[in-house]
C-alpha cells in the first residue's frame, strides 16, 4: 500500500496504518537523527518527537506533496527543537545550576560512533556536538542527504543567504576546531596565515 | 590575514558546487593564485571525507524497534484524535474534577504518565495551529479511560520509580565516614536523569489535584537534586541527603506509594 493510501487512513484514525508509515519512514527519519544527535538517545527522543508531529498533523498533509520531503521538514525542525529544548530546560528552582548539570554531559558517542574515522573523525564528532542547533542541522542536511541550499532554505523556512552564512560558519568553525586539534595539515603549515 | 574571498563563504560554496559559473571560474582562478584558499579547500576535503566515514545508523541498538514503537504508541493514545480539535475549557474542567475520585491507583498512574506523556510532546513541539499543551494533556482524559490503563506506560512508571527507590537505598546505606568515590558519578546521573522525570511525574500529579503522592514527589525531587548537584560524596552532603531522606521519611512512603498500585 502506497503512502498516499496511508496516510488518509491514518488521518482517520487507523491504528495499523499509522504503525504502517511509522515502520516504511522510520529508518530515515532516525539516521537523519542520529546524524544529528551522535547518540541513540537523543535519535530516539527526535525520532519520536518526529511521528507524533507527523500524527498531529496528518490532517494537513497535502496530497500533491511527497511525503518524505515533508518529513524531512519535520526531522529538520525537530532536531533544532531538541536542541532547544535541551537547552531551555524550563522549570523553577535552582534552575540555572541544575539546567547545566542535567544538559552537560552528552552520552558518550556510540560503539558506531567510536568505531570511525580516528582521529580526525574523533575531533570532528566532538566538533560536530558543540555546533549551534541551526548550524548542525544545515551542516548535516547538506553533508549527509546531499540537499541543496536552496531545498534547505526552504525547509527551513530560512532565508538563502543564512542558510550559506550558517554553512560557512559551521565549516569554519570545524576547520578551525580541527586546526587547532592538530589533525589538518594545514594546522602545521599555516598557523601563521599562508597567503 | 584571512583572504576576503575565504571570509564571505566562497570557497565552501565552490566546493558545494553553489556557484554560478561566472562565480566558479572566477573562484577557480583566485585558487591558482591563493595558498589560503587552496589550503582551506583542502581542509574541506578531508572534513567531507572523514563525513563520509561517519557511521549511518538508522534504528536503535540491535535493530530492536519494540521500545521504541510502545512509547509512541504510549504518545500518540495520549493524544486527540486527529481532525477533532476540541475547544479548551469545556473538556479540561469538567473531565478532570469528574474522574479524579473514581481512579484505581494503577490506572491513576497511567494517567498521570499520559500527562508527562503529553507535557514532554507538548513541551517539545512547536505546538501546531492553536494547540497547547495543557489543552492536549487534559484531552488524553477522553482519549483513554482511566479503567485502561496501557501496560507499556505503567512499566515506564514503574521503572523510574524502582529506580528511584534504588538511588535513595544506594544513597541511605553509604558510608558517610568513607564515602567511596568510584560510583559516585553514576549515581549523580542517574539522579539527574530520574529528576527530570520525577518533575514531570510530580507536575502531573499535582495538576490533577493528587496531593499525597505530590509530596512524596517533591520529596524525591529535592533528593535527586541535592544528590545531582553535589560534587562528589564527601561526608557533609552525603549526610545532608541521608538526613533529608530520613527526616521525610521518604523510602517508605515511596514504599506505601508503589503497594498501592504502581
Ligand atoms: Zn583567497
Redesign the pocket.
Known sequence: MSDSDLIPRAAGGDPAAFQALVERHRPMVYRVAYQFAGNHHDAEDIAQDVFLKVFRSLDRFRYDAQLTSWLYRIVMNACIDHRRRQKSGGWVPGEEAEGTLLNMPEESPGPEARAYGGEIGQALEAEIGRLPAGQRVIFIMRHHQGLKLTEIAEALGLAEGTVKRQLHAAVHRLRHALTRANVLASANGAAGGG? | MT????ERGT?ELYWYGELSQGERDEARR??D??????Q?LHDIEIIAAALAERPEVASPPGGDWSRFMAELSAAVAAEPRPKRTPPAESVTRAGRHRLVPYLASAALLALVTMSVFTLVRGRSATPPDGFRADVVMDVSFEARPPSLPDPALVSLSDQHFQRSKLVLLGLTTRDTAAPAAEDWEYERDLAATLLQDTRLYRRAVEEHGMTGLADVLRDLEMVLLQTSMSEGPDRESLEGIQRLIRRRDLLTRMSVVHAGGF
Open positions: 597567503a | 583572504c576576503g574571498l575565504l570557497i583566485h585558487l593564485r591563493c595558498l589560503e584558499c587552496r582551506a
